[in-house]
């Protein structure tokens, strides 16, 4: 069927395939960029994604990689921006672990994941939850089993403890000690907990 003003085999209405686009590796190997190019390109890149957001070595490698560029390129641009400290993975680890714990309550076993997670070694997240010691955790948790326990004020005392133990464990606390601040928190709340069992 020919639609007015379309031309015999215009093609119109057709999808037109895109021939895949070459990675900044494959443009080097044929010879359509110098290395000295390709460090530019990602020189800028780096830069924009460090812009937007700080990042841990691991990130901006797998981000880099995304983009096509290869490790001759990435692995020394990364090591000259660990030099000049535009990376830092132990100053992010430790703005992570402030963060995650002051703002959102997350407890060090969470925190862990997601250093983990975003590539840092073990040894640099260890130092950087060293911050966090038993009582910060446990305070950091008190505070907020309160504000989960003010939000289901007025509803059956096993959906309050279920919901907030629940919420308290997603944010990387051990079942026991989320229980027992949830114990304290209904009990400062005026709810009956003396029937509740302690935990181990």
Same mark, same amino acid.
């Given at each position: 069927?020919?639609?007015?003003?379309?031309?015999?085999?215009?093609?119109?209405?057709?999808?037109?395939?895109?021939?895949?686009?070459?990675?900044?590796?494959?443009?080097?190997?044929?010879?359509?960029?110098?290395?000295?190019?390709?460090?530019?390109?990602?020189?800028?890149?780096?830069?924009?994604?460090?812009?937007?957001?700080?990042?841990?070595?691991?990130?901006?490698?797998?981000?880099?990689?995304?983009?096509?560029?290869?490790?001759?390129?990435?692995?020394?641009?990364?090591?000259?921006?660990?030099?000049?400290? *535009?990376?830092?993975?132990?100053?992010?680890?430790?703005?992570? #672990? =402030?963060? /995650?714990?002051?703002?959102?309550? @997350? $407890? &060090?076993?969470?925190?862990?994941?997601?250093?983990?997670?975003?590539?840092?070694?073990?040894?640099?997240?260890?130092?950087?939850?060293?911050?966090?010691?038993?009582?910060?955790?446990?305070?950091?948790?008190?505070?907020?089993?309160?504000? *989960?326990?003010?939000?289901?004020?007025?509803?059956?005392?096993? #959906? =309050?403890? /279920?919901?907030?133990?629940?919420? @308290? $464990? &997603?944010?990387?606390?051990?079942?026991?000690?989320?229980?027992?601040?949830?114990?304290?928190?209904?009990?400062?709340?005026?709810?009956?907990?003396?029937?509740?069992?302690?935990?181990?």
């Amino acid at each position: 069927m020919q639609y007015r003003g379309e031309a015999p085999g215009s093609g119109v209405g057709k999808r037109r395939s895109r021939a895949p686009r070459t990675s900044v590796a494959e443009r080097l190997d044929a010879g359509e960029i110098t290395h000295e190019e390709a460090l530019d390109s990602a020189r800028e890149a780096l830069l924009r994604i460090l812009t937007a957001a700080q990042k841990s070595r691991h990130e901006l490698e797998q981000s880099l990689a995304r983009k096509g560029y290869p490790e001759s390129v990435v692995t020394p641009l990364l090591e000259r921006f660990d030099e000049v400290g *535009l990376v830092d993975d132990a100053a992010y680890a430790g703005t992570i #672990v =402030r963060t /995650r714990h002051g703002e959102r309550g @997350l $407890a &060090r076993r969470a925190i862990s994941a997601e250093l983990r997670r975003r590539g840092i070694d073990e040894e640099t997240a260890v130092e950087a939850l060293d911050q966090i010691d038993a009582d910060d955790e446990r305070a950091a948790g008190a505070r907020l089993a309160e504000k *989960l326990i003010a939000r289901t004020r007025g509803r059956e005392r096993d #959906v =309050r403890i /279920r919901r907030a133990v629940s919420s @308290l $464990a &997603r944010k990387g606390y051990a079942p026991g000690l989320a229980f027992e601040l949830v114990r304290d928190a209904l009990a400062a709340d005026g709810e009956e907990t003396d029937d509740l069992p302690f935990a181990d």
